[in-house]
């Protein structure tokens, strides 16, 4: 995998080589090889996929402020994509996965903070949801929903615009069903609302 067309004895004299440099530059209690498994002590240094890890562990098996705050921790630092550019399966399927995680959690905690009347922590999360995912519909309904909630209508219809652009311009696609439907009834609350302040 390393070393595309060598030969295996070839192959696995480089692999020492290269071994033998990462002792010299790394403590040496940290990397564990023998002739079949090259590992790195895992009690030995921590993660930001560590850490990620037990904070959903930890919201998993809890609930109330204790919940609330894990699921902080966790999308504290899932702020990049787990190596990004890598293309090994093993990698994609857990860059996935750590995304999706830290989207429910993210919806959840923007969710949460609407209910106590925190919105402008509600917005920041909500927000960082739209970042992960530009394309994602659902998550851009949910801020203009919540745009709404604060009452802000006209800011929650230029949102709807923007991205109807950014999916006509970046993809050559219109927004789903649920999206259009989404802005022509803010379209139509808004001329109610334009024809009460006429007359």
Not at 65 to 93: M, N
Request: hydrophobic letters at 45%.
């Amino acid at each position: 995998m390393f070393w595309p067309g060598a030969e295996f004895n070839a192959g696995r004299q480089s692999l020492s080589q290269a071994l033998s440099e990462l002792r010299r530059q790394l403590d040496p209690e940290i990397l564990r090889a023998n002739h079949d498994t090259v590992c790195l002590a895992s009690e030995r240094f921590s993660s930001d996929v560590g850490e990620f890890e037990r904070a959903l562990a930890t919201a998993h098996a809890a609930t109330g402020p204790t919940r609330i705050a894990a699921l902080e921790r966790g999308v504290a630092v899932s702020i990049a994509p787990l190596l990004p550019g890598t293309t090994f399966d093993w990698a994609v399927s857990a860059r996935e996965r750590i995304l999706a995680e830290t989207d429910a959690m993210l919806r959840e905690l923007s969710e949460h903070y609407e209910k106590s009347g925190e919105l402008a922590t509600a917005f920041e999360y909500a927000f960082r949801r739209v970042r992960i995912d530009p394309f994602d519909e659902e998550a851009h309904r949910e801020l203009v929903r919540l745009y709404e909630h604060a009452g802000r209508p006209l800011a929650a219809l230029a949102h709807l615009r923007d991205l109807e652009h950014e999916l006509e311009r970046d993809l050559g696609m219109a927004p789903d069903a649920e999206t259009r439907a989404m802005g022509e009834a803010l379209r139509e609350r808004l001329l109610a609302l334009k024809g009460e302040s006429v007359a």
